[in-house]
């Protein structure tokens, strides 16, 4: 029996009556119901299909997770009209009028559907961030996607004060204002998926650009299990969330997934018996029996001041969102002294490194050797899609690349590009880690002003760096030599491979 495309089924019709029709067969239509549903709905669905049904039982959560993927392109709600189903992208751009006819008319309804299919393709896609980029004669639309930008639209330059006074309203933005930078935010109903949007505005030369980071709620459900981190790095991390007190410093480059580890980590804390709070900058997810503090410079509520008004209201757990200056350090290191465990993050390229930002910073070195008690150095890589890959062409080369490491017995595979992964070869990404545990020895070392390169041939000694971990996932198929290179270009050891 030939599968055909299923019967449209309204997502509001599905969503409220627990029915959703899966695959249209020659004989028969397969159904989904959800449990507790009325089954009495589905002589209506009979009707329309034409023919007999085949009903199956679904629970709750997986109805809604499968209704969502179906209606993938529906439902997203941001004060447009919500019941007008958002179109391909491909569909809204051919469909978008010439720009002077679009100049001369007062319907907003081009620009509204061309913004509704915009966020729904990103969502489609799993892209992170939506750039609109005016220049002079065009207004690129890039969407980041697992973590590289690909242009998926080029449109009429005159367009970009119609968008961008479009996605204003949806934020609350200020209109009129296109002198200086704006930022707000937006919230996305999908299915039974929430997103919030944080919108920033930036004035260039050729008129506004305009950036839109999706922010998923449910990626702050992940846990630690979640990250992929391998097993002896999974373990370390916990036992140092075991400890009463002291610093757990999370580094790499923005886009890393540093917030995510660290809200993994409190989820495993956050058991009741702990008073965990935050100090962020902004908050990006709501987490329950956590309370969370913004910062707002405009105020004066920074960092520091935020984590000095934290150690008034008797914390267990406190987290900073970021450590950029000497005053926030000082302040987490007077609350780890006082019997705190602070969680944050620093900007640096390796663990190790985050131990020197610190000194350069000004702190004592034996402050720090006494406060700080693990520092996670993380990146992502793309994972190869699993419809497509295939065994390398160049497997000498590869072997070469990965040294030492490299087991005759493991398969490499690279990259070739399928509709799955939309051509790309890659699709999502996983963690690569490095961590580094502060033991007596490398107390000594920090106290004495050891050097980084001293530091890291301690730490590494019976420890995964960053490189050896991509390196490990390469040769488990997951992912490629290129990848790595691309996201941990860190010196080594001659001989180390990658």
């Not at 997986?62 to 491909?90: K, N, Q, R, T, W």
């Not at 490189?467 to 990848?483: C, D, I, P, Q, W």
């Amino acid at each position: 029996m030939a599968e055909k495309e299923a019967p449209f089924l309204r997502y509001m019709f599905a969503r409220d009556h627990g029915i959703a029709v899966t695959a249209m067969l020659d004989g028969a239509a397969e159904v989904a119901l959800r449990e507790g549903a009325d089954p009495m709905m589905l002589a209506e669905v009979r009707r329309v299909a034409g023919r007999p049904l085949n009903v199956s039982s679904m629970d709750k959560k997986a109805f809604d997770a499968m209704l969502s993927d179906m209606h993938a392109v529906e439902g997203i709600d941001a004060g447009i009209d919500s019941d007008m189903p958002a179109e391909s992208l491909d569909s809204a751009l051919e469909g978008m009028p010439a720009a002077a006819d679009l100049l001369a008319s007062e319907d907003e309804a081009p620009v509204i559907r061309l913004i509704n299919s915009l966020i729904a393709e990103a969502v489609k896609t799993k892209a992170s961030d939506i750039h609109l980029e005016p220049f002079e004669n065009r207004l690129s639309v890039r969407l980041r996607i697992d973590g590289v930008l690909n242009e998926v639209a080029s449109l009429a330059a005159r367009l970009t004060p119609y968008l961008v006074s479009r996605i204003k309203v949806m934020a609350r933005l200020d209109i009129a204002e296109k002198r200086i930078p704006q930022d707000g935010r937006l919230s996305l109903k999908l299915g039974d998926r929430t997103f919030d949007v944080r919108v920033s505005t930036l004035p260039s030369r050729h008129g506004e650009r305009v950036v839109l980071r999706l922010l998923d709620a449910s990626s702050a459900q992940l846990t630690l299990e979640d990250l992929g981190m391998q097993e002896s790095v999974h373990a370390g991390i916990r036992d140092l969330l075991a400890e009463p007190n002291g610093i757990i410093l999370v580094t790499g480059p923005t886009g890393s997934g540093k917030t995510t580890t660290l809200y993994a980590s409190l989820a495993l804390l956050n058991d009741q018996s702990r008073n965990i709070m935050t100090v962020e900058d902004p908050v990006e997810y709501a987490l329950d029996g956590v309370s969370q503090t913004q910062v707002n410079t405009k105020v004066g509520m920074t960092f520091a001041s935020g984590l000095r008004a934290i150690l008034r209201q008797d914390p267990d757990v406190v987290m900073v969102g970021e450590i950029r200056d000497m005053e926030t350090v000082e302040m987490a290191i007077q609350a780890s002294l006082t019997g705190h465990l602070v969680l944050s993050t620093v900007h640096t390229n390796s663990a190790v490194a985050a131990i020197t930002r610190l000194r350069d910073m000004g702190v004592e070195p034996f402050l720090l050797a006494s406060t700080v008690k693990g520092i996670l150095a993380q990146r992502l890589v793309r994972k190869l899609c699993g419809d497509c890959k295939k065994p390398a062409h160049n497997e000498a080369l590869v072997r070469e690349q990965l040294g030492a490491q490299a087991s005759e017995a493991a398969t490499l595979f690279e990259p070739v590009g399928c509709p799955s992964c939309g051509g790309k070869g890659y699709s999502g990404r996983v963690g690569i880690y490095e961590l580094v545990r502060i033991d007596d020895q490398l107390q000594r070392m920090i106290q004495d002003g050891a050097s980084e390169a001293d530091m890291a041939d301690h730490a590494f000694r019976n420890a995964d760096t960053l490189s050896a971990s991509g390196r490990a996932l390469v040769m488990k198929g997951v992912t490629t030599v290129e990848e790595v290179m691309r996201v941990s270009r860190v010196k080594e050891a001659p001989g180390a491979g990658v």
